[in-house]
């Protein structure tokens, strides 16, 4: 069913069916036309509310989810309201502070990015998702250890202290003298190097043939590299904070949802994917429900928005996930602050 455009509905129906999406979102319930008809900004009488809701319910704006149980907003209807009908303001003073005060911790830029995204967590109620910058790592140390016949384990130390290993396949019967001659090679002519520059150097000396070691360590070299930038340069890491947020109050009625939702989490891959595609626009953007694959059977909502490098290029997400009955007039600028603040922090 295609959703209307707002300007559409008449003045009566676009009064109720804000009326109902602000009381769904501040109870997670289902809203009846005599708790309508009560309140004084509606001067209607709950038989015409009710044939009001009647008539959003036709056109897939509301649904009623049992006889008699009141109606609440579709993901459509969700949808109507954020793009049409939502008005939104500047984050309180108090959410600006919280959010700049965990970026001003110091320490490394993922230590930050972990801060802001446990501070939005705790303001908004939801789970905090940041996609840390794309970048590659520098080369301290790296070794190859023999293992079984035709593999070895590469031990790759980045200049963060980091420490990572990976299985290669080597040519069955290799002297284990290659193995201590490449890493040894790479430890002490490559170190300080990020993988692309330590391969395009690797590169240069064998094509001018100054590459002080044998054919058979060049090849494990070549290998030991590839292995990582394959990966590490295009790879983003997703960090996730507050799921407890998840399981409130309000989540007792509905664990088969939350706990669908916390299993979607634990496929980071997914996630990813879908905040990656917030990179492409230059605000924050929403995905509601089922608009999204990866949240059709939790029918979860995302706040996402760009953060910036100092080139102003986009080099990150951050943002909240959480049920569709969010506060999306406070969350989505409070999740915008946030963007602008991590993009001043790495500038």
Not at 94 to 122: C, F, K, V, Y
């Amino acid at each position: 069913m295609t959703t209307p455009p707002i300007t559409e509905l008449t003045t009566r129906a676009r009064d109720v069916f804000r009326l109902v999406v602000d009381a769904y979102l501040e109870t997670g319930q289902p809203v009846g036309s005599r708790t309508l008809s009560k309140l004084a900004t509606l001067n209607l009488s709950p038989a015409s509310i009710r044939n009001v809701m009647q008539d959003l319910e036709e056109i897939g704006l509301l649904a009623s989810p049992h006889t008699s149980a009141g109606r609440l907003p579709t993901e459509q209807g969700l949808r109507l309201f954020v793009d049409g009908m939502m008005q939104v303001a500047e984050p309180s003073a108090e959410d600006r502070a919280q959010i700049e005060a965990s970026l001003s911790e110091g320490g490394p830029i993922e230590s930050a990015l972990a801060q802001a995204t446990a501070a939005l967590s705790g303001l908004s109620a939801c789970a905090g998702l940041v996609l840390v910058p794309k970048h590659e790592r520098v080369l301290k140390h790296l070794a190859f250890v023999p293992m079984s016949q035709g593999q070895a384990l590469v031990v790759l130390v980045a200049g963060d202290g980091t420490v990572e290993n990976r299985v290669i396949d080597v040519p069955a019967g290799l002297h284990p003298s290659a193995l201590v001659e490449a890493g040894n090679y790479i430890s002490a002519t490559l170190s300080g190097l990020t993988l692309t520059e330590a391969m395009a150097r690797v590169r240069r000396e064998i094509e001018a043939e100054r590459i002080a070691i044998d054919r058979a360590a060049q090849d494990l070299v070549n290998r030991g590299l590839a292995v990582w930038s394959s990966d590490g340069a295009d790879r983003p890491v997703l960090i996730v904070r507050g799921q407890a947020k998840l399981l409130d109050d309000s989540a007792v009625g509905d664990l088969d949802r939350v706990r669908q939702l916390l299993d979607e989490l634990e496929t980071k891959q997914d996630i990813v994917q879908l905040l990656d595609s917030a990179r492409e626009g230059s605000a924050t953007r929403i995905f509601i429900g089922s608009e999204n694959k990866l949240f059709s059977l939790s029918g979860s909502s995302v706040i996402a928005a760009p953060y910036r490098g100092a080139d102003g290029r986009v080099v990150g997400v951050v943002g909240v996930i959480g049920p569709t009955r969010l506060n999306y007039a406070r969350i989505v600028p409070m999740v915008d602050f946030t963007a602008q603040s991590l993009s001043r922090l790495i500038r």
